[in-house]
């Protein structure tokens, strides 16, 4: 597993340093999330191994409408193409993102609970997460029913369980010792 996202990194912090240069951080970001899910898609990464298949023709295919073809993004794509290294691009995405969003200042919360937090509620969540982290929140819910009640707060490293579940796993541990 840790392969493909070391074999990944370099392309990544490429692709954030060209994207940084020409001011165009978001525009790369979709674009790599359009080609990563274009490569994703069964019927291209099966066409993309075929001989018959050349380097441009498999670059137009990863191209965003509208994308030149003598564009950096193309370029940087080609580059992929070439190195053998376009199976990588759902690797490359992800990193790029952590990328971006630390050069922002910005960390992705995943808020889960056994149903919708009012919207209220959540702005609550992001002001203290943003007073915590001192840093810009961006926010995920996800309907999680195993939460049971409460909620659990995925910051990266950082894991807040106020769930019943989280709770009762501990008064359980609690009870056994």
Known sequence: MSEPLTLARPYARAAFE?????????????????????????????VAGDPRLSH?????????????????????????VENRRVNLLAEVAA??????RE??????????????????????????LKKRFAREIELEQRIDPAVIGGAVIDA?????????????ERLQSALAE
């Open 18 to 46: 060209t994207a940084r240069a020409h001011n165009a951080l978001a525009a790369w970001s979709d674009d790599l999330r359009f080609a990563a899910q274009v490569m994703a898609d069964a019927r291209v990464s099966t």
């Open 56 to 80: 441009a023709e498999l670059v137009g295919l990863l191209l965003p409408p509208g994308e030149s073809a003598d564009a950096p993004f193309a370029a940087f794509l080609s580059l992929l």
């Open 95 to 100: 990193l790029f993102e952590e990328l971006k």
């Open 103 to 128: 050069s922002e200042r910005t960390i992705r919360v995943i808020l889960r609970s056994a149903s919708e937090v009012p919207a209220d509620r959540a702005d609550a969540i992001k002001v203290a």
């Open 156 to 168: 990266g490293d950082v894991v807040i369980d106020g769930s019943v579940r989280g709770r009762l």
